[in-house]
């Protein structure tokens, strides 16, 4: 079935941060939604490329040689194998693009793993 999403009404049906909600796939691509707040972990994705568009707030983006923050509308790719720290200092709202089944801990198992994203 073709439905269209609405990201701020996705965004509306969750509040826990560092939980991605699956809201669409492209092929054997997901696309996530998140709320962050606060540090995530050091990780990195072996095997895929990841995607972080801000929809709404400021994230920041720390990778060992540098920080890149990025503002609404702002999207930045992570190449795979690049080790980076989501850093939330107030709420924000990101769209995830990401290969079927990434890891949000990437290369990191810990209490934060979600293995399987619920779908809104």
């Not at 999403?5 to 939980?19: C, G, M, Y």
């Not at 095997?47 to 929809?55: K, P, Q, T």
């Not at 990778?63 to 503002?71: A, D, N, T």
């Amino acid at each position: 079935m073709i439905e269209k999403v609405n990201i701020r009404e996705k965004f509306a049906q969750f509040q826990e941060p560092w939980s991605p909600k699956l809201v669409a796939e492209v092929n054997d691509t997901d696309i996530k939604l998140v709320r962050l707040i606060g540090e995530f972990i050091w990780h990195q994705h072996p095997e895929e490329d990841e995607l972080f568009l801000v929809v709404e707030g400021r994230l920041l983006l720390e990778l060992r040689e540098r920080e890149v923050w990025l503002e609404p509308g702002e999207l930045l790719v992570i190449p795979r194998g690049v080790e980076h720290r989501p850093v939330a200092p107030a709420e924000v709202l990101v769209l995830l693009v990401e290969p079927r089944g990434t890891l949000n801990t990437g290369n990191v198992r810990n209490e934060r793993t979600i293995p399987s994203p619920e779908r809104i």
